[in-house]
């Protein structure tokens, strides 16, 4: 089933300081790609699906409706 970004990070108890530290951004670069997930590079989704350890395809990298 595919979640948002926030869902999956927050189903995997992950914080967003720690998301941003693994992927190697500043926290307030994650928070905002949390608010606006369409900005994310291809290079980046990637990094997050390994830190989330979910593959690429079962993140909705488009807004919360």
């Known amino acids: ?3 948002t ?3 999956w990070r927050l189903a995997r ?8 530290d693994d992927i ?3 926290v307030n670069t994650y928070l905002n790609w ?4 369409e900005n994310i590079s291809m290079a ?6 390994k830190v989330l350890d ?3 395809n ?7 409706v």
């Open 1 to 3: 089933m595919a979640l």
């Open 5 to 7: 970004l926030r869902m």
């Open 13 to 20: 108890e992950i914080s967003q300081q720690k998301m941003a």
């Open 24 to 26: 190697g951004v500043h």
């Open 34 to 37: 949390e608010k606006n997930p």
């Open 44 to 49: 980046n989704a990637e990094k997050i699906s």
């Open 54 to 56: 979910v593959p690429l």
């Open 58 to 64: 079962e993140i909705v990298f488009r807004k919360e």
